[in-house]
C-alpha cells in the first residue's frame, strides 16, 4: 500500500480534500483539545495530525495522560477539537464544525467503538446489547439476530448471550463491547484499550477476529494499547506524549524499546518533539546548539551557563495554572511533569 | 466469521430507525421501576390534588342543585296578593302563562281556608279571637286537594293510613289531633268521623258567627300525617302564621301543612267553591319547573334562570301575586356561590400544590439525570438527538397520560371526600356517598390539571434532555465534574434578598387593603417567598452541618469526615432534599396549624355572636320572667337586655339596658369590645354609675363626645312614645358586644362580607345603659336574655327546657349552633379549607415520604463506590447502615426546626390574608389555633415515617456488593 508522502507528514490543507486518495479512511488535522474544568484549562492535545487508511491496524501508545482517549474521541466525533479539523470519507467533509445530527446519522455505519469505559447498557442482555447499534440503525431483526450470534460466537460468548452485563466478567464484558463495535461492520473500529481486562489466550483471539475483519471487509483499525501483543501486529505505530505525536514506528514495534525503531515527524508547524528518553539520559538540558552537518541535524546540550541562559522566567503549569520557575521539571504545586 | 452476514450498507445521511424509539422507552419504563413510579405518584398526586377541588365544587354545585330539586318538588308557590280584589280566575291564568314557559313543567291547584273543628259546639256569638285556644276553640288550615296531588307530595309527609281521598274523607295532621284531645277532649285516630266548619270570609272575624260557617259533617279520618320538610317551597307556601294562643304565651306557629286537615277538592261542589273562593278559600297554584330545561345553561345559572322566570311573571301579573320560593332559590345561590368561589380554596392547597410540583421537578431530574451515561452510549451507537429527545418526551407523555388518568381517577374519590370532611381528618360516610354517586368532572378540571402539574415538569424534561443531549458524548459518558462551591457572598446576597423579599411580603400584608385579587396575589406571593426561604433554609443547614461536623470531627473521627465530604459532593442532591423536608414539615405545620385556627375561629366568633352559653330570643316579655329560666336544673345564671329607642338630636340608635355585673359574667366578651380599658373593668364602671353609658365609639366620635363627657339623650317608651329627656355619663366606647354585635353597624372595621353576624347583629347603632334606669321607668319588657349554664350540664338538656318553658320563640347556643343552616357559603367555605387542608396534609407526608426514599436511594447509589471501599476497608454491613440512617435522620431534624418557625411564621402571615377571603363575619380579631398535641403526634408520625423511609436505602447500601462496585473502578 503506497500511501502519498505529503499526506503521511500531515501536510495538507483544507482546500485539499477533494483531492484526498480514494483508500483514505480518516484524517486527523492539527487537531487541539483543551478542557476547560472551572478556572483550570488542561491541554490534552496540541496540534496531532495523521491518517488512517482502509484496512490499516494502526497503534497508539503513551503514557497515561497523554492524550490518547481524548483523540480517539475526537477522531469518533463524540468530542469536539478545540481547534484542527477531522475528516470522514465517508461524508468526504470535516466532521469539527458539523451539527450533532449530521455527525451522528454519518457514524452509525462508519466508527465501531470499544471505549476505554464500560459501554453497555445494564439493562440489556449481551445480545441486545450487540444488537443495539443495528437496532438504532434500523437493520432488520432477521440480520441483526443472525450477525449478533455470530459476533457473540466469534469472541467466544455463545453461552452468555442472555446475561446481563452485571453477571459478566469485566473481560466477558469487554468482549461484548468488541462485538458490538463490529456489529454494523463500520469502516473503522476505534479501540480505547481493548485488551485491557484481556488474558493472553483471549487478546490472541480478539486479534484473530480484528485480523480476519480486517482481511475480510478492510476495517481499519486504531487500537490504544500498552499491549505489545497488539502493537506487533500494527502496520504502524503512533506515539502519544503530552498532547502531541512524539514519534511514529513502523511494523514490528517493541513497546519496551521503542527509541529502537522510532521515527521522529516534523508536523505541520515544524516542531519536532525530542524523545523524553534522550532528554534523560543527557540530564534534562533545556538549552541547545543547532549545527547542520552534511545533511544532519547536530544538537548539542549548551553546558555553557550565561547569566542570560540561566535567568528563570516563569511558565504557567498546564494543569494547575500555578506560575512556576521555567528551570524546574515538575510543579512544585501538582506535581505534574513540566 | 462467516461472510453470510455482512451488513446491508448504512447510508451516513439517513436517520435512524423511527421504532427504535418506541423500543427504548418501553424497556427503560420498566428498567428504571423506582423512578418511573415516583415520577408516577408525584404526578397523580399534584393532579388528584388539583383536580380534586375542581371535582368537589363542580359535583357540589350539582348536588346541591338536585337537593334543591329534590326538597323542592314546586319551584313556586303563587297566590293572589290578599289585598288586592279577589278574581277567582287569576291564578288559572296564571297557570295559562305557565304552561307557555319552556321550562315549565307541571302545576297543582290547593285551596285552602280556615277551619274549626266541631265550631257547632259554640253559638254564634262566642268571640274567636283572641285567645281562642283558651276558650277551647280549635283552628286549623283546611286544604282542598285533588288526589294527583297527594300522589305527587307523598314522599314529604310521614303519615299513618292511607294519603289519598274519596270525597266524605279527610286527612288530620297530628298537631290537630293533639290539640283536639286538649282542647276538645275529643280523639281522634283512623277511623274516627269528625265535623269541622270552613270558614266563609277572611276579613277580621271577631265572633265564630262572622265565620258564616260552611259545615262539613261526618268527615271519615283515613289517614294523619305530618310535613317532613320544614323549609320547601310546598312547606312555606302554606308557612301559617304566628299568634298568642293564650293570653300568657308568647307567639305560637299556627296554620300551614302541621296544623291543617285536608279533604279532596270535590268535598266543596263547585258552586260553593266560586262563592268562597271570592271570600276565603283561596286557589294557590304550586308550579313545577323542568329541571333539564331549567339547567341548560349550566347549573350555576340554575337560581338566575328559575329568578328570571319569576320576574317574567311578576312583570306579566304587577302587583297581584304573592310569590313563595325566592328564599329556596336565594338558598341554592348561595351554596353555588360557595362552590364557585374555588379561586380561593384552590390558593389554599397551593402551598401543597407547589410542593407536589417540586416533587415532580426533582423526581425527574433524578429520573433523567441517572440516564446521562446510558444516553451517551447509546449516541455513541448511532442513535440520534431526534431519536433519544423522541424517545425522552414520548417516555414523559407516557407517564403524564398515565398520571393525569390515574390522578383523575383519584380525585373524583378526593373530591368526594372533601365535603365529607367533618373535622381534621374525620369523614362522614354519607356525604362521601352523596357526592360520589353525582361526581362530576369537567373539561376544564383536565385543563387545569395538565397546566398545573403535568406543563412544568414536562418543560423541565424538555429543557433538561436538551442539556444532556448538547454535552459531547465523551463527556457525558464520563460524567462531568461536581460544580464549583458557591461562595460565601453569594450565599450571603442570596439570604439577605430572601429577608428583604419576607419584609416586602410582611409590609404588604399590613399595609395594602385586603380585597380578594390583592389578596391572592398576596397569597401567592407568600408561598413564593416561603419556597425560597426553605431553600435558603436549605443551604445554610447543609452548610452548617458540614461545618458542624467538622467541629466534631476529633470525637466521632473519620465517620464524620465522610458525611462532611458527603455534604458537600452531593450538595446537587442533597439541597433538593433538604428543601423538601423543610417544606414538607412547614406545610404539615400550617396544614395543622391552620385547620385548626379555622375550626377555632368559627367557634369563637359564633359565640361571640350569639353572646352566651345560651342565647333566648322571644317576644316581648316582662324581664322578671327570667326566674322561670333561673329555675331549670344546670342554668348558672341569667340576665335580660332590655332594649328600647331613643335620641340625641337627629341620631337614633338603640338603647340596651343591662346588669353590668351580670352580663359581664355571663357574656362572652374579648378584650377587643372596648375602647382603651377591658371590658370588665369598663362594664365595672357602668354598674357603679347610676347614669353611665358605654357608647359607641364612632359615634362618640362623630358627636365629638368622649368618656366622661355627659350626653343629653331623648329615651323612649319600649311602646314607642316619648318617655323623656335624661342626662348619661360616658363611662366607656365600644367596638362590639357578645350577643348585639357592632356598636355601631357601620363600624368601618367590619368585614365588608359579615352577614349580619349570623342574624345576631342588631339592626342599629347602640348603646349599654344600667337596667334600673329602664326598670325605674316601668320598661320592663325584654326579648332577649343571655344565661350561663354550670360545666357539667348537658347544653342540649338545658336548651330543650328552655325551650319548653313555651314563651322562647328561639334558644341558640355556639355549641349546637349550626352554622350550615344559618349561613351555608361561610359553613361550605369553613369546610372546604379544613378538608383540604387534612387532604393536603396526607399528601404532603406521603410526598415527602416518596422523596425520602427517593433521593436517599439516588445519594445511596451514586455513593456506592464509597461504601464498597468502607467495606473493603473493614466496615461491616451493620455500620454503613447505622452511618446512612443516622446522616438523613441528622438532615431530616435538622430541616424539621428551620420548617417549625417557617411552618408557625406562614401559618400567620398567611392566615391574616385568607382572613380577607373568608365569607366569614369574624368580629373579635382570630387567634391562631396550636394544637400542640395534635402537632406533635402528626409531626411524630411523619418523623417515624421518614426514618424508616430512610432505612430501606440504607440497608442497601449496607449490602453494597464490594466486588462488583470495585470491579468496576
Ligand atoms: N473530561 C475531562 N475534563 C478535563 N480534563 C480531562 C478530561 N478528560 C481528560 N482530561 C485531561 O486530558 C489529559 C488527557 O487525558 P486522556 O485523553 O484521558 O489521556 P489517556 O487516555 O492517554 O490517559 C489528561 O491530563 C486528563 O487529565
Ligand atoms: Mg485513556
Avoid at chain 1, 201 to 225: H, M, P, R, S, W
Avoid at chain 2, 268 to 296: G, H, I, W, Y
Amino acid at each position: 500500500m503506497t500511501v502519498p508522502n505529503n499526506l503521511i507528514s500531515g501536510l495538507i490543507k483544507e482546500e485539499e480534500f477533494a483531492e484526498v486518495p480514494e483508500n483514505l479512511v480518516l484524517m486527523a488535522h492539527d487537531v487541539y483539545k483543551i478542557y476547560q474544568t472551572g478556572e483550570i484549562e488542561t491541554v490534552a492535545l496540541r496540534g496531532v495530525s495523521f491518517q488512517i487508511f482502509q484496512g490499516e491496524i494502526v497503534a497508539v501508545v503513551g503514557p497515561s495522560g497523554s492524550g490518547k482517549t481524548t483523540l480517539v474521541n475526537l477522531l469518533g466525533g463524540t468530542l469536539r477539537p478545540s481547534a484542527g479539523q477531522v475528516y470522514w470519507s465517508n461524508i468526504k467533509q470535516d466532521i469539527a464544525k458539523l451539527d450533532d445530527r449530521t455527525i451522528t446519522n454519518a457514524r452509525r455505519g462508519f466508527i465501531g467503538f470499544v471505549f476505554q469505559v464500560d459501554n453497555l447498557l445494564h439493562h440489556l442482555t449481551a445480545q441486545q446489547n450487540v444488537e443495539l447499534s443495528a437496532r438504532i440503525a434500523g437493520l432488520p431483526k432477521t440480520w441483526r439476530e443472525k450477525r449478533s450470534t455470530e459476533l457473540l460466537e466469534a469472541v467466544g460468548l455463545k453461552h452468555r448471550t442472555k446475561h446481563i452485563p452485571a453477571k459478566l466478567s469485566g473481560g466477558e464484558r469487554q468482549r461484548v463491547a468488541i462485538a458490538s463495535a463490529l456489529m454494523n461492520n463500520p469502516a473503522l473500529i476505534l479501540a480505547d484499550e481493548p485488551t485491557g481486562d484481556l488474558d493472553l489466550i483471549n487478546a490472541e483471539e480478539i486479534l484473530d477476529l480484528f485480523k480476519e475483519l480486517n482481511e475480510q471487509y478492510g476495517t481499519a483499525f486504531l487500537i490504544v494499547t500498552h499491549s505489545q501483543l497488539i502493537a506487533s501486529k500494527a502496520r504502524r505505530t503512533l506515539e502519544l506524549r503530552d498532547g502531541i505525536i512524539s514519534g511514529t514506528h513502523d511494523a514490528g514495534v517493541h513497546l519496551k524499546q521503542l527509541e529502537r525503531t522510532r521515527v521522529l515527524e516534523v508536523d505541520n508547524q515544524d516542531r519536532l518533539p525530542l524523545p523524553e528518553n534522550i532528554l534523560r539520559e543527557l540530564g534534562h538540558p533545556r538549552r541547545f546548539q543547532v549545527q547542520v552537518d552534511e545533511g544532519r541535524i547536530v544538537l548539542t546540550p549548551s553546558i555553557i551557563e550565561d547569566a542570560v541562559a540561566v535567568e528563570v522566567r516563569l511558565v504557567t503549569c498546564r494543569i494547575c495554572g500555578k506560575l512556576v520557575a521555567s528551570n524546574r521539571v515538575t510543579c512544585p504545586n501538582c506535581g505534574t511533569a513540566l | 466469521m462467516s461472510s453470510e452476514s455482512t451488513p446491508p450498507k448504512i447510508s451516513p445521511h439517513t436517520s435512524g430507525s423511527r421504532w427504535y424509539i418506541a423500543s427504548y422507552v418501553g424497556n427503560s419504563i420498566r428498567k428504571h421501576r423506582t423512578r418511573f413510579f415516583s415520577l408516577l405518584i408525584g404526578i397523580i398526586i399534584g393532579v388528584s390534588l388539583v383536580a380534586s377541588i375542581f371535582v368537589w365544587t363542580d359535583t357540589g354545585t350539582q348536588v346541591a342543585t338536585i337537593d334543591y330539586f329534590e326538597a323542592n318538588l314546586y319551584q313556586f308557590g303563587i297566590q293572589q296578593i290578599y289585598e288586592s280584589p279577589v278574581e277567582s280566575q287569576l291564578i288559572f291564568d296564571v297557570q295559562n302563562w305557565f304552561t307557555e314557559q319552556s321550562a315549565y313543567q307541571d302545576s297543582d291547584v290547593v285551596y285552602h281556608s280556615v277551619g274549626l273543628l266541631n265550631a257547632t259546639n259554640w253559638n254564634s256569638s262566642t268571640p274567636y279571637l283572641p285567645h281562642p285556644y283558651t276558650k277551647g276553640i280549635k283552628d286549623f288550615q283546611a286544604f282542598f286537594v285533588e288526589n294527583s296531588f297527594l300522589h305527587r307530595v307523598a314522599h314529604q309527609f310521614q303519615f299513618t293510613g292511607v294519603f289519598e281521598l274519596s270525597p266524605g274523607e279527610c286527612l288530620v295532621s297530628t298537631r290537630v289531633i293533639k290539640d283536639a284531645e286538649t282542647l276538645l277532649s275529643q280523639t281522634i285516630t283512623l277511623g274516627s268521623v269528625i265535623n269541622v266548619t270552613i270558614a266563609t270570609i277572611y276579613d277580621d272575624p271577631i265572633t265564630i258567627g262572622d265565620l258564616l260557617p260552611l259545615n262539613i259533617t261526618n268527615l271519615l279520618v283515613v289517614g294523619t300525617y305530618n310535613i317532613t320538610s320544614n323549609d320547601s317551597v310546598l312547606y312555606r307556601s302554606f308557612r301559617g302564621t304566628a299568634r298568642p294562643n293564650y293570653p300568657v304565651s308568647g307567639l305560637e306557629r299556627i296554620f300551614g301543612w302541621n296544623d291543617g286537615i285536608i279533604m279532596q277538592y270535590n268535598q266543596v261542589n263547585s258552586t260553593q267553591r266560586d262563592t268562597l273562593t271570592e271570600n276565603s278559600l283561596f286557589p294557590k297554584l304550586l308550579v313545577q319547573l323542568n329541571p333539564m330545561e331549567v339547567s341548560a345553561v349550566g347549573l350555576e345559572s340554575v337560581p338566575s334562570v328559575i329568578r328570571e322566570i319569576q320576574l317574567d311573571l311578576e312583570y306579566q301579573y304587577p302587583q297581584r301575586l304573592a310569590v313563595e320560593g325566592e328564599d329556596q332559590v336565594f338558598l341554592l345561590e348561595q351554596y353555588i356561590r360557595a362552590y364557585q368561589s374555588r379561586q380561593t380554596m384552590a390558593v389554599i392547597a397551593l402551598p401543597v400544590i407547589l410542593l407536589s410540583i417540586f416533587l415532580t421537578i426533582f423526581a425527574t431530574n433524578i429520573f433523567l439525570s441517572g440516564r446521562r451515561s446510558e444516553v451517551a452510549i447509546l449516541r455513541s451507537r448511532g442513535a440520534s438527538f431526534r431519536q433519544l429527545y423522541a424517545a425522552f418526551i414520548m417516555e414523559f407523555i407516557i407517564i403524564g397520560i398515565i398520571a393525569l388518568c390515574l390522578g383523575m381517577f383519584l380525585s373524583l374519590f378526593i373530591g368526594s371526600l372533601i365535603p365529607a370532611s367533618v373535622g381534621f381528618l374525620q369523614f362522614d360516610l354519607g356525604i362521601f356517598i352523596q357526592f360520589f354517586s353525582n361526581v362530576r368532572l369537567e373539561p376544564l378540571t383536565w385543563a387545569i390539571a395538565f397546566v398545573s402539574c403535568l406543563l412544568p415538569p414536562l418543560v423541565f424534561t424538555m429543557i433538561y434532555v436538551q442539556s444532556f443531549l448538547r454535552t459531547e458524548i465523551y463527556q457525558a459518558m464520563v460524567g462531568t465534574a461536581p460544580p464549583v462551591e458557591a461562595d460565601l457572598g453569594v450565599t450571603i446576597i442570596y439570604f439577605i434578598g430572601g429577608v428583604a423579599l419576607l419584609g416586602f411580603l410582611i409590609a404588604m400584608v399590613l399595609l395594602l387593603p385586603g380585597t380578594p385579587l390583592i389578596s391572592i396575589m398576596q397569597f401567592a406571593y407568600a408561598i413564593a417567598v416561603w419556597a425560597l426561604l426553605s431553600d435558603i433554609g436549605s443551604r445554610i443547614v447543609r452548610q452548617i452541618m458540614a461545618g458542624v461536623t467538622r467541629g466534631f470531627r476529633p470525637i466521632f473521627g473519620e465517620k464524620t469526615f465522610l458525611f462532611e465530604k458527603s455534604m458537600r459532593s452531593r450538595r446537587h442532591r442533597i439541597v433538593p432534599l433538604l428543601l423538601i423536608l423543610t417544606l414538607t414539615f412547614s406545610v404539615t405545620v400550617f396544614a395543622v396549624v391552620e385547620a385548626q385556627t379555622v375550626q377555632d375561629n368559627v367557634i369563637t366568633q359564633v359565640g361571640y355572636y350569639v353572646g352566651a352559653d345560651i342565647r333566648i330570643e322571644s317576644s316581648p316579655i316582662p324581664h322578671n320572667r327570667t326566674s322561670e329560666v333561673l329555675s331549670i336544673p344546670g342554668v348558672a345564671s341569667v340576665t335580660p337586655i332590655l332594649s328600647t329607642t331613643a335620641t340625641i338630636g337627629p341620631v337614633s340608635f338603640t338603647i340596651y339596658a343591662i346588669d353590668a355585673e351580670a352580663y359581664a359574667n355571663n357574656g362572652n366578651w374579648d378584650l377587643t369590645s372596648t375602647v382603651g380599658e377591658n371590658p370588665y373593668t369598663v362594664l365595672h364602671y357602668l354598674q357603679n354609675t347610676s347614669n353611665g353609658i358605654i357608647f359607641p365609639q364612632t359615634t362618640a366620635e362623630r358627636l365629638g363626645r368622649g368618656i366622661g363627657n355627659s350626653l343629653d339623650i331623648t329615651v323612649h317608651e319600649q311602646g314607642g312614645g316619648v318617655s323623656g329627656p335624661a342626662l348619661f355619663r360616658i363611662v366607656g366606647l365600644g367596638h362590639s358586644a357578645p350577643g348585639l354585635g357592632y356598636f355601631d353597624p357601620d363600624d368601618p372595621n367590619r368585614p365588608p362580607d359579615s352577614t349580619n353576624g349570623f342574624g345576631f347583629q342588631a339592626p342599629q347603632a347602640f348603646a349599654l345603659i344600667n337596667q334600673n334606669f329602664m326598670v325605674s321607668r316601668n320598661m320592663n319588657n325584654t326579648r332577649l336574655m343571655l344565661a350561663s349554664i354550670s360545666e357539667s350540664a348537658n347544653i342540649e338538656d338545658v336548651q330543650l327546657q328552655i325551650n319548653n318553658l313555651g314563651f322562647p320563640s328561639a334558644v341558640y347556643s355556639p355549641m349546637t349552633f349550626s352554622l350550615e343552616d344559618a349561613y351555608p357559603e361561610g359553613y361550605l367555605f369553613n369546610r372546604g379549607i379544613v378538608s383540604i387542608l387534612s387532604i393536603g396534609f396526607l399528601a404532603c407526608v406521603i410526598i415527602s415520604i416518596i422523596a425520602l426514599i427517593l433521593f436517599v436511594g439516588i445519594i445511596v447509589t451514586e455513593r456506592q463506590t464509597e461504601y464498597a471501599i468502607m467495606r473493603a476497608v473493614g466496615s461491616t454491613q451493620r455500620q454503613i447502615t447505622a452511618i446512612v440512617v443516622g446522616e438523613f435522620i441528622g438532615l431530616i431534624l435538622t430541616s424539621f426546626f428551620v420548617a417549625l418557625i417557617l411552618g408557625f411564621f406562614f401559618s400567620w402571615i398567611l392566615m391574616a390574608i385568607l382572613l380577607n377571603l373568608f365569607p366569614f363575619p369574624y368580629i373579635i380579631p382570630f387567634q391562631l389555633g396550636i394544637p400542640l398535641l395534635l402537632l406533635l403526634l402528626v409531626l411524630g408520625v411523619v418523623l417515624i415515617g421518614m426514618s424508616i423511609g430512610t432505612y430501606i436505602p440504607a440497608r442497601r447500601a449496607g449490602r453494597t456488593n464490594v466486588g462488583q462496585v470495585l470491579r468496576n473502578l
